[in-house]
């Protein structure tokens, strides 16, 4: 969703991409964290944990790559949401530096 947002010193329009993703909301509740702008500040142990309790059926593509280029930081295509789901985890695995397989 594209807000348009008039500035309030002049007359020009800014455009915003507003985020909203129910899978965030649920990260960021499960971490603690206000707002989902403070995923990125998280510890990603405890992001990890969080999305290893979801099942990839529970969202849909669209929402774990949005979910993934969130928290990445990047812009990737996936051709499934297991593929998303698997990317964002590997990303969060190194990140936190664990190395058990089972999480």
């Not at 707002?35 to 099942?55: C, E, Q, R, V, W």
């Amino acid at each position: 969703m594209i807000l348009r947002m008039k500035s309030a010193k002049s007359e020009d329009y800014r455009y915003y991409k507003k985020v909203k993703s129910e899978i965030l909301s649920v990260l960021s509740r499960k971490t603690g964290c206000t707002y989902i702008s403070d995923l990125h500040f998280a510890d990603a142990g405890l992001i990890l944990s969080a999305i290893s309790n979801i099942p990839e059926e529970r969202y849909s593509l669209s929402e774990w790559k949005d979910a993934g280029n969130y928290l990445t930081g990047s812009s990737r295509e996936y051709k499934d949401a297991a593929e998303a789901r698997n990317y964002i985890l590997g990303w969060l695995k190194r990140k936190s530096g664990r190395r058990c397989i089972g999480v």
